[in-house]
């Protein structure tokens, strides 16, 4: 029997699932700790910008080819350029990526719940020590987290999209908007959060380099949740009433401001809490500032609001963050599950384990690559170092494939799908579309600067990673 294709039941339900896909890990600490480390308010222009001349036209170009084919990434570039075209390398590579890239996602949001039942549990102290995070990390209670998570995305996905993924983004978005807003507002009451809020919102265009640049274009992407298929995969829900510009320009907004307040929570939060912070270890710092620092920084607001009290701060900061980033591991996982189905033509239950498996291996191999077993602690080398297996995972999919899906869907858009067919969908169910400034510029930087900056992004990741 041939099933109908699930449609997400409302435009508001899209573009929560949509932005519930974009907000997650990216926001709430990438973007804080890379504009911590380049120029704060600086950072923030040039990412920003990025956003509308670079990522938004990308953005629609894969939400109205998913729902113009009806098809998982793969599917989509078949459908459009045939069985036996090179272009389906582009639909594998959007197949590929977002698995690879919800294997490290996997292991970041185990670490996540693990800290939030940790902040719960009154366990903060022990977790601002300074080897906490090293040998959490390597603890046989990793695994319990992990069977839990996976059961949790896996009855989400069961669920499907209507009854899992938009019912999850309904109640989760809303509640991550509220709680970002009533952390940010508590911490810039604080003695001292001035100084934070100076270190990031005062522009130093000092810090502004090409690697900057790289890296806003890189976060932008991945914050966005493009060059993954997700946009395409999520497309192929959206009703033929709504308007796709539209709605792409709603998750825009929603994923930036809410990395702006993000910002205001945690370079303020650093300030408040250690007033005498150096901001040269915070330069310095990475993605570990959430595991290694921020519990730190939490800890010492016991002398503000007692110990219960940064335990409560500290679990919904966790708890926050868990969230935006369950609801982005849902999106990425449903682009193979939309493969299985559509390829495959496996039942959705089918589609969840056999995906299952197949993850199940690599997230365990990356989860023992911080120590627990050799071989994939010291995976490979190249460039002079020891890679691991997650370092590897996170080079190749996360820092430089990324840009080169981005470059192939700009390139199959324009020049195999044709403007034409672009600007037809687009106008479906947005009739202001045809004419409009935003077709105009789609039309023109899609087939032109955007690819050639992507280009110029993936060779010189690269030479510079790999090299
Ligand atoms: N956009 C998410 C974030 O900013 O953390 C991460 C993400 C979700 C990346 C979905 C990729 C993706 F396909």
Redesign the pocket.
């Known amino acids: 029997m041939e099933n109908q294709r699930e449609q997400f039941r409302s435009r508001l339900g899209f573009i929560l699932a949509a932005a519930g ?7 709430l600490v ?1 973007f804080p700790v890379n504009a911590a480390k380049s120029g704060g308010a600086a950072f923030l222009l040039v990412y920003a910008a990025f956003v509308v001349i670079i990522c938004l036209p990308v953005m629609m170009a894969e939400m109205a080819l998913g729902r113009r084919t009806q098809r998982n990434p793969l599917g989509a570039y078949q459908s459009v350029a045939g069985d036996k075209s090179w272009w389906r390398i582009g639909g594998w590579l959007a197949l590929i990526t ?1 698995f690879m ?1 919800a294997v490290f ?1 996997q292991v970041l949001t185990v670490w996540l719940l693990g800290y939030f039942v940790g902040a719960v549990t009154g366990n903060l102290e022990a977790m601002a020590q300074p080897g906490y995070f090293g040998q959490f990390i390597n603890s046989y209670g990793v695994f319990i987290y992990l069977v839990v998570l996976t059961a949790m995305v896996g009855v989400i996905l069961n669920s499907g999209v209507q009854n899992g993924i938009e019912r999850l983004a309904k109640v989760l978005m809303p509640s991550l908007f509220v709680m970002l807003l009533i952390l940010t507002i508590f911490v810039l009451t604080l003695p001292n959060a001035l100084v934070g809020v100076q270190y990031y919102l005062v522009p130093d265009f000092g810090k502004i380099n090409l690697e900057v640049v790289n890296l806003a274009l890189s976060q932008a992407f ?4 493009l060059g ?1 298929g ?1 946009l395409i995969t999520y497309g192929s829900y959206v009703s033929r009433n709504e308007s796709v510009a539209g709605g792409a320009k709603m998750v825009a907004a929603v ?1 930036t401001s809410v990395a702006f307040f993000a910002g205001l929570l945690i370079l303020p939060a650093i300030f408040v809490f250690n007033p005498a912070t150096n901001t040269d270890e915070l330069s310095s710092s990475s993605v570990s500032l959430v595991f290694s620092f921020l519990p730190k920084i939490f800890l010492s607001l016991q002398a503000v609001v007692g110990y219960v009290g940064a335990s409560i701060f500290a679990s919904a900061f966790f708890l926050l963050v868990f969230f ?2 369950l609801t ?2 849902v ?2 996982l449903q ?1 193979p599950i939309s493969a299985f189905q559509d390829e495959l033509k496996f039942s959705r239950a089918k589609s969840v384990l056999a995906l299952g498996a197949c993850a199940a291996l690599l997230v365990i191999a990356s989860t023992v690559s911080f120590g627990m077993v050799n071989y994939f602690t010291e995976f490979t080398s190249y460039a002079g170092q020891t890679k691991s297996f997650f370092d590897v995972i996170i080079d190749v999919f996360y820092e430089t494939i990324l840009p080169l899906n981005g470059l192939v869907i700009c390139l199959f858009a324009v020049y195999r799908w044709r403007r034409s067919n672009l600007n037809a969908e687009m106008s479906v169910g947005d009739a202001a579309y045809q004419g409009s400034l935003t077709q105009k510029y789609v039309n023109f930087a899609l087939g032109t600067f955007i690819p050639v900056v992507l280009l110029f992004v993936f060779v010189s990741t690269v030479a510079l990673k790999f090299f």
């Open positions: 896909s974009a907000v997650g890990i990216g926001n990438g977002p890239i996602y991945f914050s966005l949740s993954m997700i994923d935006a980033a982005s591991q999106s990425i682009v």
